[in-house]
């Protein structure tokens, strides 16, 4: 199948879409938090006559009718990040947000999903303006809280699929540090499930000098972590996929005394379910186990996030990845290994048992690519996508997907 010409951006629409991604780029906001953005998001789609509706919070639904036709999903994810910029761009964030904590931190979009805005607002206004090229329906799905695993999750729960009208597939794609103007996708997985834990010790304070008066979660928290460390090592085939990381460790104020209490945060990524259950199951075994053996009280365990699998289903995506070819060219479309991180953008087909593609798109330059030091890479200080061809390529590559299914 060959879809019809897709609507082309002129130099007026490519103006307002860097000026707009500019914006976005420098009021980012933290995961459901996003206030501030889906006001923005809404300004525009009223703008555009287009029906949308809020849901999850701070998510925005859009609803774009062209007459009979297939429905068809594309999701774009709007949240920053607690970081503090240094890219030293014109449009930097100087943005501060609050942690539930109470805390107040730096904001950046050091993700990209600046990126993802503006370059769905820009496939909206197109496919307003050109409604002959399509027929159907197309739900843009702006999401929040992509970082923290809470976004979908909040969307689903606020009935999205029973406000919005049912797609037969749901497309996406993220903004990577591979060379822009290129697509890259997998089929089948495409990026891990993802578990975080926050590991509470109870154990028995007491001063530096008197340990047998003690039980030190300290001790106790090295014996957990040093045997966590096993699990992929010693339970889990070598021919299978799964990291265990342990993020944080915090324990104690002062060097002469044995704290009541320790805690670590860990963070478990595999692709296949059976694999991370059995992983999941390894760490409550050897947490329990350990502090039996060290005679301290059942530890607590509160889990901070779970990310979904996202999978691409193998007919959808080899059907896309051709229309992709015909798009940007050959050599611009790259298969490539599934990635070891997470998204939640899985969850919004899996609820309704449709198919979904999830794709990169490249945002550096050769020269940032081939140059000295450390890559700019996703959740980095540094990490800025040049504008150009990134932000062009992301529209065609949604106006690709979306026409493919919708096309006139």
Known sequence: MTIPTAPQLTDDLSDQMHQLYRHLHAHPELSMQEHATAELIEQRLTGLGVEHFRCGGTGVVAVLRNGDGPTVAFRADTDGLPLAEDTGVDYASTATGHLEDGSEVPVMHGCGHDTHVAVLLTTAQLLVEARNAWAG??????????????????????????????????????????????????????????????????????????????????????????RIQTIVSREIDARRAAVVTIGTFHGGLKEN????????????????????????????????????????????????????????????????????????????????????????????????????????????????????GPLPVNHSPFFAPVMEPTLSTGVRAALTAILSRVGA
């Open 137 to 226: 329906t197309v739900v843009l799905i702006f999401q929040p809280g992509e970082e923290t695993a809470a976004g979908a999750k909040a969307m689903l729960e606020d009935g999205l699929w029973d406000r919005a009208p049912l797609p037969e597939v749901v497309f996406g794609q993220h903004v990577m540090p591979s060379l822009a103007g290129t697509i890259s996708y997998s089929a089948g997985d495409a990026m891990a499930l993802a578990d975080s834990w926050k590991v509470t010790i109870h154990g028995k304070g007491a001063h530096a000098s008197q340990p047998q008066d003690s039980t030190d979660p300290i001790v106790l928290g090295a014996h957990m972590i040093t």
């Open 257 to 372: 005394i044995i704290p009541a209490s320790a805690e670590f945060t860990l963070n478990v990524r595999a692709f296949d379910p059976a694999i991370r259950d059995h992983v999941l199951g390894a760490l409550r075994r050897i947490i329990s186990a350990e502090a039996a053996a060290s005679g301290a009280p059942e530890p607590t365990v509160e889990v901070l996030s779970t990310f979904p699998r996202n999978y691409n289903d193998p007919a959808a995506t080899a059907a896309l990845v051709e229309q992709f070819r015909q798009a940007l060219g050959e050599e611009n479309v790259v298969e490539i290994e599934p990635l070891m991180g997470s998204e939640d953008f899985g969850a919004l087909g899996a609820a309704i048992g449709v198919p979904s593609v999830f794709w990169m798109f490249g945002g550096h330059d050769a020269a940032t690519l081939q140059g000295e």
